[in-house]
């Protein structure tokens, strides 16, 4: 569940207008969190922390207090009534040349979470499109042809 | 007819068989979604955005075939992501197809010449060809210039190899009706079989978030575009769904009508929402706090959606429901009304045209000194042709 801060725009323009009556909606107000390292000091912060890196979409890095480290996805969370009961579920980033199945998973109780890094980038930062708008006029205007963004490379 | 008898006799029987039970939800299409990865960019998808491990991941055969018999739908949707860049999936389909679901296989179609020997035509197979306009706006809408060019080589190709091709037109703000009006003769010209139209999601990670459409605009661009339709235009969304997007109808969602299982399990609540995953289609079904989904339920994210995936399946819901909506939905298949409606013409008329070319607008188009233009006008003369 986004947090309500993720929202805002949408829920204030929400309490102007019935939402039969929006010509057009308001889009999310991005926030900045790659490389964010949340302080996790009280069970608030550790509860929103999660709440955001379960919306991340880059990897991110979590050290339990046992000191082991876990880099990877966060695809999942379950936010129950404590913290020994909530768990997060990470697919692991895997080591450099190994194949990609996607099949291991992990998880991690909040309660056993001693420091979270939104360590990967994050892939939904949305300067693609305003740099494809730019880049778009620029080579239209030049009489360039065949003009396209280019998914990503992924090796 | 926009689907063959069987498949709408299968459709009907499945549903009839859920209300004896009486199920009070149950799903009509599952959303598999194999892989992630796609060979385009769009400014508008809010699905590409992951980590490469990420994007590299693929469902196998045996799950998307486990996924298919575990939710028990009649018919199964395999957007993505790209489908054909999964290797795989001339198997994952023939498995669905040997099972009797009704495949709808969604495609940019940029590989479906190149691909379709490793397919078999069959009144189970579809290929749902994405395809957002003419050519100015779905190029832009894609981000690739020469995309319409290549998909419509495709959908040609296709048909003239015996398969079954349906159409799939996302819209959002700065779209056209006039134009989309053109983009229907041209792809049923083509040879498709049906086409579906739906407004496009505020998908929260989609590059661009500044052109989703809210409900007002939604209806009356819709009233635009689907009123004074053709007979010749076939399309394969439910007719009240049809009447819903023109404001005729009020539909609530149905979140749990089209669940979607890809790498990650099931996903809570829909296609177009994450609030986390179910390892089981039943524990979805248990799980998910439906009453936190839907625009009555006061979530932002639902204010405006009017997508299929959650209100296509209330309307064959509610068609199944009441002798009314049996007979409202009976007769529009009957008579085939094209809904004259002289307002909506004068709407369609005086709709501004010059500054509608791209589907996704440009706020600073102008201070670029570039004005995109559409050059075709449809004379008004459009019912009955």
Redesign the interface.
């Known amino acids: 569940m986004a947090t309500d801060q993720q929202e805002h725009l949408k829920i204030e323009q929400l309490q102007h207008q019935s939402q039969d009556e929006i010509e057009v909606i308001a889009g999310r107000e991005r926030e900045n969190l790659e490389g964010w390292i949340p302080a996790l000091a009280s069970e608030a912060e550790v509860r929103d922390a999660l709440e955001k890196a379960f919306d991340y979409r880059g990897d991110v890095t979590i050290t339990r207090k046992d000191g082991s480290v876990v880099e990877g996805y966060l695809y999942d969370r379950h936010s129950a009534s404590t913290l020994e009961t909530s768990v997060v579920r990470i697919i692991p980033t895997p080591a450099k040349g190994a194949t990609t199945t996607a099949t291991q998973r992990v998880m991690v109780p909040y309660s056993e979470i001693a420091a979270l890094n939104f360590s990967g980038r994050d892939t939904a930062a949305g300067k693609t499109f305003e740099a494809w708008v730019k880049k778009y006029w620029e080579k239209k205007a030049a009489g360039e042809k065949n003009i396209q963004i280019e998914p990503e490379k992924l090796d | 007819m926009a689907v063959p008898v069987s498949q709408a006799f299968t459709v009907m029987s499945y549903v009839l068989k859920q209300k004896l039970k009486g199920r009070k939800r149950y799903p009509l299409v599952l959303m598999l979604e194999p892989l992630f990865?796609?060979?385009?960019?769009c400014?508008g998808c809010?699905k590409?955005?992951?980590?490469?491990?990420?994007?590299?991941?693929?469902l196998t055969p045996e799950q998307c075939w486990a996924a298919a018999e575990e939710c028990g739908t009649p018919m199964v949707s395999i957007p993505g992501g790209e489908p054909l860049l999964h290797p795989q999936m001339p198997e994952i389909v023939a498995g669905l197809v040997a099972r009797k679901k009704y495949v709808y296989m969604c495609t940019n179609a940029l590989l479906l010449k190149e691909k379709l020997h490793l397919f078999k035509p069959s009144k189970y197979l579809s290929f749902s060809v994405h395809l957002d306009g003419e050519k100015e706006h779905h190029d832009?809408g894609v981000?690739?210039?020469?995309?319409h060019d290549i998909a419509m080589e495709g959908i040609r190709a296709a048909v003239a190899a015996g398969f079954r091709v349906t159409t799939n037109t996302t819209l959002f703000?700065g779209a056209d009706p006039n134009s989309v009006r053109r983009h229907f003769d041209q792809i049923m010209e083509a040879g498709v079989e049906s086409m579906m139209l739906s407004p496009g999601y505020?998908y929260?990670?989609?590059?661009?978030?500044?052109?989703?459409?809210?409900?007002?605009?939604s209806r009356r661009m819709f009233r635009a575009i689907l009123s004074n339709r053709k007979k010749s235009w076939e399309f394969n969304t439910h007719p009240l769904f049809s009447e819903f997007l023109m404001g005729k109808q009020d539909f609530e969602c149905t979140p749990w009508g089209m669940p979607t299982y890809s790498?990650?399990?099931w996903q809570k609540p829909c296609y177009l929402l994450q609030?986390?995953?179910a390892d089981t289609f039943q524990e979805l079904l248990d799980a998910t706090e439906w009453e936190n989904y839907g625009?009555k339920s006061g979530n932002?994210?639902c204010?405006?959606c009017m997508v299929h995936s959650g209100h296509e399946a209330s309307a064959v819901d509610y068609n199944f429901s009441s002798l009314k909506g049996f007979i409202q939905t009976a007769k529009r298949y009957m008579f085939k009304p094209t809904y004259d409606d002289a307002d909506a013409m004068k709407l369609l008329n005086e709709w501004p045209k010059t500054s509608h070319g791209p589907l996704?607008q440009?706020d600073?188009?102008a201070s670029?000194n570039?004005v995109v233009k559409t050059t075709v006008q449809e004379s008004s003369a459009v019912s009955g042709d």
């Not at chain 2, 990865?37 to 960019?41: K, Y």
């Open positions: 990865r796609c060979n385009l960019a400014a809010g590409i955005q992951y980590p490469a491990h990420i994007l590299k991941a693929e832009f981000c690739r210039e020469g995309g703000d505020t929260d990670k989609a590059p661009d978030q500044q052109h989703f459409l809210g409900k007002a605009k790498i990650f399990g609030d986390g995953y625009a932002p994210r204010a405006n996704v440009i600073n188009a670029t570039v």
